[in-house]
Nanobody, 126 residues
Framework: QLVESGGGQVHPGGSLRLSCAAS????????IGWFRQGPGKERERVSC????????YYRDSVKGRFTISRDSAENAVTLQMDSLLPEDTAVYYC?????????????????????WGQGTQVTVFP
């Protein structure tokens, strides 16, 4: 089971740090992706970090503002979000992808991710 935390409300330019944690399996062997779905929008992949030190992916709109990283001590993956914009408002989900496809998360489809969290709300408002 994946559990997201760290969502909240901030003003434009603010920061939030999301965490995706698992209590019953090690995230070390999985690629972890962060996805979001804004109001009236389709779900989109924000970032992912591969297993086995594979590639990291960011969608263009968050490059330079968001940073994904592993916290091995906490068995978690964090998404540091800086310089937040109103268009970043969404429910953010994390998902885990195991197996060989996890070593190249940037090439995997959303449907390939095996486990999903319940989501955490991020709201950026003036």
């Amino acid at each position: 089971q994946l559990v997201e935390s760290g969502g909240g409300q901030v003003h434009p330019g603010g920061s939030l740090r999301l965490s995706c944690a698992a209590s019953d399996f090690s995230l070390y062997y999985f690629a972890i992706g962060w996805f979001r779905q804004g109001p009236g929008k389709e779900r989109e992949r924000v970032s992912c970090i591969s297993s086995s030190k594979g590639p990291i992916y960011y969608r263009d709109s968050v490059k330079g503002r968001f940073t994904i990283s592993r916290d091995s001590a906490e068995n978690a993956v964090t998404l540091q979000m800086d310089s937040l914009l109103p268009e970043d408002t969404a429910v953010y989900y994390c998902a885990a992808l195991g197996g060989p496809m996890g070593t190249m998360c940037d090439s995997a489809g959303d449907h390939d991710f095996d486990y999903w969290g319940q989501g955490t709300q991020v709201t950026v408002f003036p």
